[in-house]
């Protein structure tokens, strides 16, 4: 089953570079079927504003139920992938 999700953040800062580096690896070294789409709420606001997305970076789980959400820094990816619930290949 296919993963949705949707990855907020703000303009093209170090900041945003680094989640947005940080999520497509996670997600290359997980198992699973995942769809990300990146969001600038800079160039979108009322995207997350509909959303109720309040800081960036944010990654949200749309698909499948129930929605989870990530705020922050997403380096440890242990954290993040629990959070979001799915299973990834760790390298200690």
Do not use: C, H, K, W
């Amino acid at each position: 089953m296919q993963q949705l999700f949707t990855l907020y953040v703000a303009g093209r800062s170090g900041r945003s570079a680094q989640a947005i580096a940080a999520i497509e690896g996670l997600f290359r070294d997980a198992s699973g079927d995942f769809y990300l789409t990146i969001v600038d709420v800079l160039e979108d606001p009322s995207a997350a504003e509909s959303e109720r997305i309040l800081a960036t970076p944010t990654l949200v789980r749309t698909s499948p139920p129930p929605r989870q959400s990530v705020v922050g820094d997403f380096r440890n990816r242990e954290r993040v992938a629990e959070a979001i619930g799915i299973d990834v290949e760790l390298a200690r």
